[in-house]
């Protein structure tokens, strides 16, 4: 005997749809098959974005919230992430703000050169060299 309880919310709506696709096994392999192209679209798409700023990683986690809808791997890698996240972000907080500021200048410069390569091997700019540059002549 199965147990239902009412679900709220859109949240709820949302189980009880995915729940009513998966009571029909064409509905079933569908829904595979849809979740699995759309979670392969958004990890891409964060995967191509991580060298330039901008929300890369957001997006390869959010694909993988995708997956986790339909597969058993998702959730686990999902929870192991979440998991990892959070304590990195205790770890932070819980440091002087003088660590904070180095992890913070550590975390911009990084990102600084990252964009700074891709900007040069991707389209050909090198802004340093253009900013040289113009400090040099003007």
Same mark, same amino acid.
């Given at each position: 005997m199965e147990r239902r309880r009412r679900r709220r919310g859109w949240r709820g709506r949302l189980h009880t749809t995915l729940d009513l696709i998966r009571a029909n096994p064409t509905g079933r392999v569908a829904l595979k098959i849809f979740i699995g192209i759309l979670g392969a679209i958004v990890v891409t798409v964060g995967i191509a974005l991580i060298p330039l700023p901008g929300p890369g990683w957001l997006l390869v986690i $959010?694909?993988?919230?995708?997956?986790?809808?339909?597969?058993?791997? $998702?959730?686990?890698?999902?929870?192991?992430?979440?998991?990892?996240?959070? %304590?990195?972000?205790?770890?932070?907080?819980?440091?002087s703000l003088g660590v904070r500021l180095v992890l913070g200048a550590?975390?911009?410069?990084?990102? %600084? @050169?990252? @964009?700074?390569? %891709?900007?040069?091997?991707s389209l050909g700019i090198d802004v340093v060299a253009q900013a040289l540059h113009y400090l040099a002549t003007h």
């Amino acid at each position: 005997m199965e147990r239902r309880r009412r679900r709220r919310g859109w949240r709820g709506r949302l189980h009880t749809t995915l729940d009513l696709i998966r009571a029909n096994p064409t509905g079933r392999v569908a829904l595979k098959i849809f979740i699995g192209i759309l979670g392969a679209i958004v990890v891409t798409v964060g995967i191509a974005l991580i060298p330039l700023p901008g929300p890369g990683w957001l997006l390869v986690i $959010a694909g993988l919230g995708v997956w986790a809808v339909e597969f058993h791997w $998702a959730r686990r890698l999902l929870a192991f992430t979440r998991r990892h996240v959070n %304590s990195w972000t205790r770890w932070v907080t819980r440091q002087s703000l003088g660590v904070r500021l180095v992890l913070g200048a550590v975390g911009l410069v990084f990102v %600084s @050169v990252v @964009v700074w390569l %891709s900007l040069k091997y991707s389209l050909g700019i090198d802004v340093v060299a253009q900013a040289l540059h113009y400090l040099a002549t003007h």
